[in-house]
Structure formats: structure tokens, C-alpha cells
């Protein structure tokens, strides 16, 4: 990361191949997609059936197809309506210099991410929550019982709709305020938890850089020298002058970037097979266009708006496999659940989905978003634990193992998928003054534990 290779992706920026939006979304990515599918022999090669893949050939051609992809198409700046292009030999530099490890936070709280195999013993790190709205008056305690637990690794928290009881107002002072406020307030969680050292992601409150700029590098807010900047690129292959906003001001804070970007399953890259494809484009493509520390995707299926049935989980599986068996880069991406808290299916579905991510190579999971980040407070530290276990439990597993137990969780939920139970609000599923789970929510919790427990998961039993 210099200003030297910001200021090249800049200049790329204004003076690439000119593409309309309406034209890359509804003609260039999809005719791309489909060239590059019947090159390499992809077409139709989803199988639902088997939702975790255990196929190294067709990953391998999958990451082949990708790296093509993303040579072929690069990525569009919204705002200049250029593309931003690199060659093949660029493009291998980069990942080349990516570091064997990468170290996060300070003190008790640092932790080491690895650039992970499918069936890597190592365990991945897990991060938590993914971005669900909680009310002023909550935030703090309900962020506070979740850094509270051990297996979460890096918080990314949950979201602030209003500033000392303000709406917040896209693109307005209103969203420079409020990263403020929800980097102090991350602050004093992480301070009452006793995981000062613990690294964050932010600024999650803000879309738009002005959050960023607000709360990142600046007195009381979050710090450079343990925090990580967060920048999500708009599908499909798409960055904005709001993401290179952020870009730059983390080179200028000397800050690491974690990038992303949500490819969707119905979307402008079609099936199961080019989602997989764009996936993986865009996880190589913004070590360059974002300057990315670390990063991945994260898929959606339109269809219900998560990631844990049969098309999303092979989706998951087939890409960071590729990724994993072919390139030395940091993957994230997340759990996107859409039952709420104090339900079995937020359980199972996290379950199946952690156990997916941990067996294909994922370096550090993300989530759950419980309730598909519908409703404001749908959010407890329980399923944030859980996930975390089981995702740690499953490094070494094999993905046949997986497979076998997916087949046997996924019917449990899938049917409910379209219209999943909304559950039910941190304050009914907690006791806030003890931080702890109400007896129903955690009897629910202790049961699925034992399912999972039989069926070969190894999370420990209490």
C-alpha cells in the first residue's frame, strides 16, 4: 500500500475504457461471465445436491476462469464510468507480495490470520456482528457481550441508525458525526469487556466515506495502529469514488484495508457458476483497486437475501476453494443467516454455514447476520459465539465430512428459507444486566450443540 500505486489506480480511474453503468450491469457482465463459463467448461456444474464441494479439478478450473475474468473485465468506477484494467503479470506481482501471515490488535488481543488450505488445521479467526442495527441505548452492552466471548476474534459491530437520537442522513455531516459516535462507542465496549487490544473494522455506521473520515484516525476514534478500514465495493465488480475516499485515507492513516464486495446469486452475474466467477475476481482484483490487506466476498442469494442454502453453500465452497488451492491471499467472507435470535434455524443455519467456510479455506469468517439484518436490536452475543466455535471446531475436518453433515442440517431449515422465523430482539433473548442468555434461548443453544456434537462437529460440549 503507497500513495504511488492509490495515485496509479486514480489515473486508471479517469483514463480507462469508457462502459456506461446500465451498460457493464446488464450487458458486459454477463456476456463476460458467460464467455468465460463455456471456455473453461462450467456451464451447469452446480450440484445442489452436494452443497460443499470436494472437487479440486473443477475448483482449479473455477479460479482459472475467475483470474481470466478479472483480466478480461477489471473493475468499473461508478463515477467515471471508466474501467480500471491491470495485466496478468501486474495482477501476479501483487498477490506475490501478499504477506504468509497477517498480525491484527495489540497485547492479550493480537491474533494471526493465515492465508488457509481447504481442510487446514489451522483455525480461522472470526469476526462479529455483520452490521445489524442496534438502537443507541443497546449498542454498548449488546457489543460488550460479544467481545466478552474468547472465540470472537476481531469486532466489526453492529450499526447506528440515529446520532444522539438524530436520523442519520446519507452523504450528510449527520453520517460524519456518527462514525465518530460509533467509534467511541466501540471504544467503551471493548474498555468494559476488558479487550482494549481487540482490532475492529470500521467504520461500519457509514456507507459512504464520510463516517470513515469522521471516526477512523482521529482523537477517541478508532486507532490505525490495531484497527482495520473497511471498504465494500457495489456489485458487480464495481468501485466509487466513496471506496477510493477510503482507500486513501487509510494509506494516510498508515491503516490496513479490509475489502469486499456482495456478489448475488439472481443478480447481474446470473447462476450459482458466475457468482463463483465474479467472487473471485473481485477477491484478487482489490488487492490492487483497494489496496487490500485482506478481503474476499460475500454471497447472497436474492431469492431470501442469506447464503445457507444448497446454491449459496456450493457458491462459498467452490470459490474459496479456488482461491485457496490457487493463490496465496487473506479470504474473508460471511455468514448471512436469516432466522432471527432465539430460534433453532439461526442455530443451524450458522452452523452449516461456519462449518463450510472453516473446511474450504476461509481465513477469517464473518457474521452471523441474524434475521438478515431486517429488524433493529435482532441481534444476541450467542449466535456470534456459536458461530465462532463451531467454525474453529471444523478447521481439519475434511470437506466429505461436511458434505455428509450439511445434507443432514440443510433439509432441517431450507424449507423456511423464504420466509424464516423473525425471532426475537437482543432484550428478550438476554438479561442485560448479567449480559447472559435468557434459560429458553440457551436451552435452544445447548441442544443444537449436542445435534452437532452427534453428528461429528467437535465443539466442545460445555
Known amino acids: 500500500m503507497s500513495v504511488t500505486s492509490v495515485l496509479e489506480v486514480l489515473d486508471r480511474a479517469h483514463?480507462?475504457?469508457v462502459c456506461a453503468v446500465k451498460d457493464w450491469d446488464s450487458k458486459v457482465i454477463p456476456s463476460a461471465i458467460a464467455k468465460?463459463?463455456?471456455?473453461h467448461n462450467l456451464l451447469r456444474t452446480c450440484n445442489p445436491q452436494e452443497p460443499v464441494n470436494t472437487d479440486d479439478a473443477l475448483a482449479d478450473r473455477f479460479f482459472k476462469a475467475g483470474f481470466d475474468l478479472a483480466l478480461e473485465l477489471g473493475m468499473l468506477c461508478i463515477d467515471t464510468e471508466r474501467r480500471i484494467l491491470m495485466s496478468a503479470q501486474e495482477l501476479w506481482d501483487i498477490l506475490h507480495k501478499i504477506p504468509p501471515e497477517l498480525v491484527l490488535g495489540e497485547g492479550r488481543d493480537r491474533v494471526i490470520m493465515y492465508p488457509r488450505k481447504?481442510?487446514?488445521?489451522?483455525?480461522?479467526?472470526?469476526?462479529s456482528p455483520l452490521g445489524i442495527t442496534v438502537s443507541e441505548d443497546l449498542w454498548v452492552v449488546v457489543m460488550q457481550g460479544i467481545v466478552e466471548n474468547r472465540e470472537i476474534d476481531v469486532l466489526q459491530g453492529g450499526s447506528l441508525e440515529t446520532v444522539f437520537g438524530h436520523e442519520v442522513r446519507s452523504q450528510t455531516p449527520y453520517e460524519t458525526l456518527v462514525g465518530y459516535l460509533n467509534a467511541r462507542l466501540t471504544n467503551e465496549a471493548l474498555?468494559?469487556?476488558?479487550?482494549?487490544?481487540?482490532?475492529?473494522?470500521?467504520?461500519i455506521s457509514s456507507v459512504t466515506a464520510f463516517g470513515q473520515l469522521g471516526g477512523f484516525g482521529v482523537p477517541g476514534g478508532l486507532s490505525s495502529k490495531k484497527d482495520i478500514v473497511i471498504v465494500l465495493g457495489p456489485s458487480e465488480l464495481k468501485t466509487s469514488?466513496?471506496?477510493?475516499?477510503?482507500?486513501?485515507?487509510?494509506?494516510?492513516?498508515?491503516?490496513?484495508?479490509?475489502?469486499?464486495?456482495?456478489?448475488?446469486?439472481?443478480?447481474?452475474a446470473g447462476g450459482p457458476e458466475g457468482v463463483v466467477l465474479v467472487a473471485i475476481a473481485y477477491s484478487l482484483l482489490h488487492y490492487f483497486v483497494h489496496q487490500a490487506t485482506?478481503?474476499?466476498?460475500?454471497?447472497?442469494?436474492?431469492?431470501?437475501?442469506?447464503n445457507t442454502g444448497r446454491h449459496a453453500q456450493w457458491v462459498l465452497s467452490t470459490f474459496l476453494q479456488a482461491l485457496s488451492r490457487n493463490s496465496p491471499v487473506l479470504k474473508n467472507t460471511s455468514l448471512n443467516v436469516t432466522a432471527g435470535p432465539g430460534t433453532k434455524m439461526l442455530l443451524y443455519e450458522s452452523m452449516v454455514t461456519a462449518m463450510t467456510l472453516s473446511v474450504s479455506g476461509v481465513s477469517i469468517g464473518l457474521g452471523p447476520r441474524s434475521a438478515?439484518?431486517?429488524?433493529?436490536?435482532?441481534?444476541?452475543?450467542?449466535?456470534?459465539?456459536?458461530?465462532a466455535e463451531v467454525i474453529k471446531a471444523c478447521a481439519g475436518m475434511t470437506r466429505a465430512e461436511a458434505n455428509e453433515i450439511a445434507k443432514k442440517v440443510i433439509p432441517k431449515y431450507e424449507e423456511r428459507l423464504p420466509n424464516p422465523p423473525k425471532g426475537y430482539p437482543f432484550q428478550e433473548c438476554y438479561d442485560i444486566k448479567t449480559l447472559t442468555p435468557k434459560e429458553e434461548w440457551h436451552a435452544i443453544y445447548r441442544e443444537v450443540k449436542a445435534e452437532a456434537i452427534e453428528l461429528g462437529i467437535p465443539v466442545h460440549r460445555f
Open 15 to 17: 483514463n480507462g475504457p
Open 36 to 39: 468465460q463459463l463455456k471456455a
Open 118 to 127: 481447504p481442510e487446514d488445521p489451522r483455525k480461522p479467526l472470526f469476526k
Open 191 to 203: 474498555w468494559r469487556a476488558g479487550r482494549p487490544g481487540m482490532p475492529v473494522t470500521g467504520v
Open 241 to 268: 469514488y466513496h471506496c477510493l475516499h477510503k482507500v486513501v485515507h487509510a494509506v494516510n492513516c498508515g491503516a490496513p484495508v479490509y475489502s469486499s464486495g456482495l456478489p448475488m446469486i439472481g443478480g447481474y
Open 294 to 306: 485482506y478481503g474476499g466476498c460475500s454471497p447472497y442469494d436474492l431469492r431470501y437475501m442469506g
Open 372 to 387: 438478515a439484518g431486517k429488524y433493529q436490536n435482532h441481534l444476541s452475543p450467542l449466535e456470534c459465539k456459536w458461530s
